[in-house]
């Protein structure tokens, strides 16, 4: 364990196991845009989940202050913590939070993902995983206001849970959105298209994959090799159809590489099956991209009124809004990109950092 700064007593902890450069998905976008903009009585617990023997420097987070640094061997610290609010955000923390601990402490619980399989089996919504189950059961109830990061997030809480409904709330997430340039590749080009995400079979890239092959166009794909089964399982079908020409890999883009993925595009295409709220087309907004996109979770929140969207479980639905945005006029989807640039003022980092403020204000205002 490595103390960066962090002080005896804060107002509000925040508990993860992802910040700075140790980041998987959209909760460690999250907790980073948190952490930028924390107030001085904010404090953050990183607990590394992975190998205990893998080197972390001070570096990789940030500012280097407000952080206290753990691997999951030393967990049971945890309890010297001192805090009037705690703030969890996965249920791996949940065999590790106790009424003890929690006595003189209210708690939250932002829940970036109901974790169930996609999509949510009738039989069992959490598809068998019981340990899973059960993690996430004990936060909920522990929990004094439970936080979800769409209204489709908090519809899927309440539906497995309907009696969670009055301590649930919704605030959005948000980043902070610098619209750098606004992409015309589409003025001269239709025919590059990309994916940027994880290899995870919710992500929806086997079923984009299968699209191309009666789409004139080519997918490049941006993504990291945290899961070689189905990476191999895309490969095999790539290969199958004959589609090496067509779908490139490019690897996992960060920094200047992902600016130049985006520039490189005529369109972002976001496949998922669900998602909880959706950052990745945050991301693609912000780089003035157009977007195809699924509307299933928050994705259909982020890109109201967006007129190239589809349901992924209906086939063919991706093919045809690839089609129409090649088809359409150039007035047409440069219209279509000004309601993606005026809907990313809806999710701004300022807008997510006062709503949590202002929650917690009220949580810690009842003790």
């Given at each position: 364990m490595f103390n960066l700064n962090f002080k005896d007593k804060y107002r509000v902890v925040h508990i993860n196991n992802e910040l700075g450069n140790c980041v998987v998905g959209g909760a460690g976008t999250y907790m980073n845009e948190i952490y930028k903009y924390r107030p001085e009585d904010m404090g953050f617990v990183y607990v590394n989940f992975d190998d205990v023997y893998n080197d972390m420097h001070a570096s990789d987070f940030m500012d280097q202050k407000d952080v206290l640094i753990m691997n999951i061997n030393e967990i049971n610290k945890l309890s010297t913590i001192d805090c009037d609010l705690l703030v969890v955000q996965f249920y791996e923390f949940?065999?590790?939070?106790?009424?003890?601990?929690?006595?003189?402490?209210?708690?939250?619980?932002?829940?970036?993902?109901?974790?169930?399989?996609?999509?949510?089996?009738s039989w069992d919504p959490f598809g068998g995983n019981n340990d899973i189950r059960q993690k996430f059961e004990k936060l909920c109830c522990m929990a004094d206001v439970l936080i979800c990061v769409s209204q489709a997030e908090k519809d899927k809480l309440i539906k497995i849970y309907p009696q969670m409904k009055d301590k649930t709330t919704v605030v959005y997430n948000g980043m902070e959105c610098q619209k750098k340039y606004k992409n015309s590749?589409?003025?001269?080009?239709?025919?590059?298209?990309?994916f940027i995400g994880r290899t995870d079979y919710r992500k929806g890239i086997l079923e984009c994959i299968k699209e191309f092959v009666n789409v004139d166009g080519e997918l490049l794909i941006a993504c990291p090799k945290n899961d070689s089964e189905y990476i191999e399982k895309l490969l095999i079908y790539i290969h199958a159809?004959?589609?090496?020409?067509?779908?490139?890999?490019?690897?996992?883009?960060?920094?200047?590489?992902?600016?130049?993925?985006?520039?490189?595009?005529?369109?972002?295409?976001?496949p998922s099956l669900y998602e909880p709220f959706g950052y990745v087309a945050l991301e693609g907004m912000q780089y003035g991209v157009p977007l195809i996109s699924s509307k299933n979770?928050?994705?259909?929140?982020?890109?109201?009124?967006?007129?190239?969207?589809?349901?992924?479980?209906?086939?063919?639905?991706?093919?045809?809004?690839?089609?129409?945005?090649?088809?359409?006029?150039k007035e047409e989807v440069a219209k279509q990109q000004e309601i993606l640039l005026k809907r990313i003022d809806e999710f701004t980092v300022t807008k997510m950092v006062n709503s949590y403020n202002e929650l917690w204000d009220k949580i810690l205002k009842e003790i």
């Amino acid at each position: 364990m490595f103390n960066l700064n962090f002080k005896d007593k804060y107002r509000v902890v925040h508990i993860n196991n992802e910040l700075g450069n140790c980041v998987v998905g959209g909760a460690g976008t999250y907790m980073n845009e948190i952490y930028k903009y924390r107030p001085e009585d904010m404090g953050f617990v990183y607990v590394n989940f992975d190998d205990v023997y893998n080197d972390m420097h001070a570096s990789d987070f940030m500012d280097q202050k407000d952080v206290l640094i753990m691997n999951i061997n030393e967990i049971n610290k945890l309890s010297t913590i001192d805090c009037d609010l705690l703030v969890v955000q996965f249920y791996e923390f949940a065999p590790y939070i106790t009424e003890e601990f929690l006595r003189d402490k209210k708690m939250a619980y932002v829940i970036h993902s109901v974790p169930t399989p996609e999509p949510m089996p009738s039989w069992d919504p959490f598809g068998g995983n019981n340990d899973i189950r059960q993690k996430f059961e004990k936060l909920c109830c522990m929990a004094d206001v439970l936080i979800c990061v769409s209204q489709a997030e908090k519809d899927k809480l309440i539906k497995i849970y309907p009696q969670m409904k009055d301590k649930t709330t919704v605030v959005y997430n948000g980043m902070e959105c610098q619209k750098k340039y606004k992409n015309s590749n589409y003025m001269t080009s239709r025919k590059k298209f990309g994916f940027i995400g994880r290899t995870d079979y919710r992500k929806g890239i086997l079923e984009c994959i299968k699209e191309f092959v009666n789409v004139d166009g080519e997918l490049l794909i941006a993504c990291p090799k945290n899961d070689s089964e189905y990476i191999e399982k895309l490969l095999i079908y790539i290969h199958a159809v004959g589609m090496e020409d067509k779908i490139r890999f490019v690897g996992w883009c960060t920094g200047e590489r992902k600016e130049e993925f985006f520039k490189s595009i005529d369109a972002l295409i976001i496949p998922s099956l669900y998602e909880p709220f959706g950052y990745v087309a945050l991301e693609g907004m912000q780089y003035g991209v157009p977007l195809i996109s699924s509307k299933n979770g928050g994705l259909g929140e982020i890109l109201e009124g967006y007129k190239y969207t589809y349901d992924p479980y209906k086939n063919g639905e991706l093919r045809s809004r690839i089609e129409e945005f090649i088809n359409d006029d150039k007035e047409e989807v440069a219209k279509q990109q000004e309601i993606l640039l005026k809907r990313i003022d809806e999710f701004t980092v300022t807008k997510m950092v006062n709503s949590y403020n202002e929650l917690w204000d009220k949580i810690l205002k009842e003790i």
